[in-house]
């Protein structure tokens, strides 16, 4: 286990789209505990959960899951993340959703090396190839092109880059960006306190804000993950996938 880093899973409970949503079951167990798992597993620190609401903080508790209470006044995961950790002397601060249920250790310790190997970098994440035109041309699916050395240069809703029909660069990727976040302790207090960029604002992507300041993203490549839950119909894609794997 890496002393110096600290994994936190921002689980809100009012959710707009879908209420309770991290509590939600799925393969017998809610969804947040799949989330936990994964983050144990990891085995990069120790992980705790960030919930606004006294169901969340039982139900993870119940599991055995560490749990804290945040301000219902935090305006986003970040905010979360942020104030959980306040006081950790851990160097890298972890920020995974608490509706993702198939994210995996080897995602998080790929990108936590390709950070950790990445001075010039305040914070990592990951990114997976995109293999269909559907998600592609779908805005819920967000988009991100890099450099060789696979440092973030822009996030979009929209295809990026652009295939123009006279490059020679044919079958080019697409790359879908994995929405969890690895941070620099520094670099997570410096982001917390900047105001919201008009990029982010645009594309409504939070990361465009670190961008904007200055900050560079390292985005590891990982293999392709199972499907967040954002909706009552992501939970069915979510059952869907998981009786395949299970096959």
């Not at 749990?67 to 905010?79: E, I, K, M, Y």
């Not at 995602?107 to 390709?114: C, P």
């Not at 960006?177 to 992507?205: D, N, Q, T």
């Amino acid at each position: 286990m890496d002393k110096d880093c600290l994994i936190v899973i921002p689980a809100r409970y009012g959710s707009q789209r879908f209420p309770g949503k991290v509590l939600a079951e799925l393969g017998g167990k809610p969804v947040i505990r799949w989330c936990w798992e994964a983050a144990v597993k990891a085995g990069l620190g120790e992980v705790t959960i960030a919930t606004e609401h006294p169901k969340v903080l039982e139900a993870c508790r119940a599991f055995g899951a560490r749990a804290v209470l945040t301000s219902p006044r935090c305006q986003s995961g970040t905010d979360r993340v942020y104030e959980a950790s306040r006081g950790t002397r851990a160097k890298f601060v972890i920020n995974i959703q608490g509706d993702e249920p198939f994210m995996t250790a080897a995602t998080l310790k790929k990108a936590f090396k390709k950070l950790k190997t990445s001075p010039d970098c305040q914070i990592g994440t990951a990114c997976v190839r995109i293999k269909s035109d559907e998600e592609m041309n779908n805005p819920n699916c967000v988009k991100v092109a890099m450099n060789a050395a696979g440092r973030a240069l822009y996030f979009s809703r929209c295809p990026i880059p652009f295939h123009h029909a006279l490059s020679n660069l044919k079958g080019y990727p697409y790359f879908k960006h994995c929405g969890f976040y690895i941070y620099r302790r520094e670099a997570l207090g410096k982001f917390v306190k900047l105001k919201p960029s008009p990029l982010e604002r645009l594309e409504r992507l939070e990361q465009l804000r670190a961008l904007e300041s200055g900050m560079r993203i390292a985005v590891a490549e990982v293999e392709p993950l199972g499907p967040a839950i954002d909706s009552p119909e992501d939970l069915k894609a979510a059952e869907r996938f998981l009786r395949k794997a299970r096959r």
